[in-house]
């Protein structure tokens, strides 16, 4: 049990941001996968599914779900992965 309010705030910000990742990771997860599986695979329309995939990443950095640094080293290797196809 938290003893001050400051302490007792840290814990809801935790467990909320804590639901917020489980809720919305799935979905940038299949983002990703759909990403790298279409370029793998020389698909046709590999280049809206990165997009849209690059368009996840950076809706999750902005609601604080993963760091910047994180978001811009996975946004880099879909792009990366997509000028080499």
């Not at 705030?9 to 489980?22: E, M, Q, W, Y």
């Not at 919305?24 to 590999?46: C, F, H, Q, R």
């Not at 950095?61 to 000028?83: D, F, H, T, V, Y």
């Amino acid at each position: 049990m938290q003893k001050n309010n400051s302490s007792k705030k840290s814990g809801i910000v935790t467990r909320v941001k804590a639901l917020l990742v489980k809720q919305e990771n799935p979905s940038l997860d299949a983002a990703i996968k759909k990403a790298n599986s279409a370029v793998a695979g020389n698909a046709p329309d590999k280049e809206a599914l990165v997009k849209a995939a690059i368009k996840k990443i950076d809706k999750a950095a902005a609601n604080g779900q993963m760091s910047k640094g994180n978001a811009a080293r996975q946004k880099a290797a879909l792009e990366k992965l997509l000028k080499e196809a």
